[in-house]
């Protein structure tokens, strides 16, 4: 069977069946326990579900199934995510082709979501190698996941720093080298009224960027959306918007455009207008 080393000793292989057990019941699946005569554990079944629903599914649900299979085709989940894609198709009809999403894949860094996935999954302690934007070498940092969110182009990792005591939010793309998941069980678990798109999104950051923008009438839709710029789409409309750095609050005005005029700070303001010159440059445009 995958993933079970032939050489392993008898308790390697228990450690990995009991492993493989419990991620199936996590999963919702009915792992039973079958005993003999004399009560002893002679094996295990997972029973075949029998079910009337059919599985179908609709044209916009069967387009995210195949970008999330298109986001693996270059990492070690790639025959997986194909076999599965081709078995709903067997069932539900035509799917996108994984070739309409060429453009998604998993870059080198985004390695470490593998094991911070089962970290989650399974609940452990978290190690790895931490580059941060002030840091000139890599820094240890032992976690407690809380868990993995992605935003405007980015993975976060969140979750409570074990060396610092603190809730503490990392980019994936800056972790250097392997993840390592401990055997050591997560000692603070995710608060339930921790919201982790908002800390990613800088509104519950420990230290957020904030700006004073104006987004002009039928312009700056996301921004106004995850900012709390509601009213009239069609008005001008002054706004706070947060993030969880600097260079992520640069990244969000920029993709906004000249709909988008930073009014303070001016350091902010600054950064933007060199931001989208450049980009103007890059393009042949004009530079605003």
Known sequence: ???????????????????????????????????DVNGDVEGYVIRRQVTNEELNFDADELAVIALAAATWQTAVLE??????????????????????????????????????MGALREQRVVTFDYRGGQDEQPV?????????????????????????????????????????????????PRPAEVDLAEIVRGVNAEHPARARVLIKAGQGAQLRAANDGGGNPFQDVE?????ISEDALISQLCSAGSGVVVLEPDAIRARVQSALSAIARQHGGAQR
């Open 239 to 243: 706004i706070s918007v947060a993030a």
């Open 1 to 35: 069977m995958a993933g079970y080393d032939p050489d392993a000793s008898e308790v390697a292989f228990e450690r990995m069946f009991e492993r493989d057990k419990d991620a199936l019941r996590s999963m919702g699946i009915p792992v039973e326990t079958v005993l």
């Open 140 to 188: 240890p940092r032992s976690l407690d996941p809380w868990g993995v969110i992605a935003h405007d182009g980015q993975w976060y990792l969140v979750g409570h720093d074990l060396d610092r005591g603190q809730r503490r939010t990392f980019r994936v793309s800056r972790i250097v080298g392997s993840v390592t998941v401990t055997a050591r069980a997560i000692q603070h």
């Open 79 to 116: 025959a997986p995510a194909i076999t599965a894609l081709r078995k709903i198709e067997s069932i539900s009809g035509d799917a996108p082709e994984l070739r309409d999403f060429n453009d998604v894949r998993m870059t080198a860094t985004d390695a470490a979501l593998l094991p911070l």
